[in-house]
């Protein structure tokens, strides 16, 4: 192969589709021991396939135009699926107001009604009764009017890089492999029992994931150095926070990109190991 010393390891790293924004970046890169990875987007694909609905007093028919309403103006993944599979025109003249509560799901008036559609954190914190969902996926609660009627079970699939990416990650030495993510336990376990993660929690809220990391830089030294992989706009605080903050460069979010210090072209996680290992080279012949 060709010695780094001829082109930079910036160079080299864009030529494996690996945009590294500054050559301090390589320095970290070498002496990193622990990577955190989001999950929806990041580790899994991002794209969800409706596999349940559940109506409660009223038909599965009209559940899923409620959620339809309510989804109807966020660009989260979750909303994008649930449109896909509704499928209808929607007339959103019939929306009085929208509001969109991170890491929780939406609120609107719609035709007189109020309807919430997200998880059981937005369920509890506006008192809703409502029953726990027995399958395992992200769940979508929807009420109308505080009654509750019912919940969308989607289903993210794991992206075909992934296992090969976290095992390259230890078969270089990294020591921690960690995945936070908003999305619920019973997700979040399966995902990483099935990837081979070490540690995960899950249900977190976008500040709630920069109280992890602060968690985990406790009682480190300057030589070990935290990598954070994330692809959404809630995920912009924690990139920056990190040593080496890396976003999904395809679909990712703007805003990710912009907080990121490294992105990746094609949204593979196994380009997280080739990075480490373009700096380490990079190291040994500059340097
Ligand atoms: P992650 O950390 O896995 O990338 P997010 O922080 O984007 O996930 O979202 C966390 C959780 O908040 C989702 O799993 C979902 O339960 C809920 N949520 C977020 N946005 C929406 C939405 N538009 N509709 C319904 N639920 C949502
Ligand atoms: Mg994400």
Redesign the pocket.
């Known amino acids: 192969s060709i010695p780094l010393s001829f082109f930079s390891g910036i160079g080299f790293a864009s030529k494996n589709g690996i945009l590294i924004k500054g050559s301090n970046y390589l320095e970290a890169l070498r002496n990193v021991d622990t990577v955190v990875f989001?999950?929806?987007?990041?580790l899994?694909k991002?794209v969800f396939d409706v596999t349940k609905i559940n109506a409660i007093g009223i038909s599965e028919e009209e559940l899923l135009e409620y959620a339809a309403f309510?989804?109807a103006n966020?660009n989260?993944?979750?909303?994008k699926s649930?449109l896909s599979y509704y499928n209808k025109e929607l007339d959103l003249n019939k929306i009085e107001s929208y509001e969109?509560?991170?890491?929780?799901?939406?609120k609107i008036k719609y035709n007189n009604d109020l309807i919430l559609?997200?998880?059981?954190?937005?369920m509890r914190s506006e008192n809703i009764f409502y029953s726990p969902a027995k399958e395992v996926g992200?769940?979508?609660y929807i009420a109308v009017n505080k009654i509750y009627r019912g919940y969308i079970v989607i289903s993210d699939q794991v992206k075909e890089d992934s296992a090969n990416a976290i095992s390259k990650l230890k078969s270089i030495g990294i020591k921690q492999v960690v995945m936070?993510?908003?999305?619920?336990d019973k997700?979040a376990s399966s995902v990483a029992n099935e990837l081979g993660i070490d540690k995960v929690y899950a249900n977190?809220?976008?500040n709630e994931?920069v109280d992890k990391l602060e968690e985990i830089y406790k009682g480190r030294t300057e030589k070990e150095k935290v990598i954070f992989v994330?692809?959404?706009?809630?995920?912009a605080p924690v990139l920056a926070r990190a040593d080496v903050g890396i976003a999904m460069g395809g679909l990712g979010s703007d805003a990710a990109i912009e907080a990121a210090d490294v992105v990746l072209m094609t949204d593979e996680p196994s380009k997280i190991s080739k990075a480490i290992e373009i700096a380490s080279k990079t190291n040994k012949i500059v340097w």
């Open positions: 989001d999950k929806t987007g990041t899994t991002g309510a989804e966020s989260h993944p979750i909303a649930i969109e509560v991170a890491a929780h799901g939406i559609a997200g998880n059981e954190k937005l992200t769940v979508v936070l993510t908003g999305d619920n997700v977190l809220l976008p994931k994330g692809d959404g706009i809630n995920d």
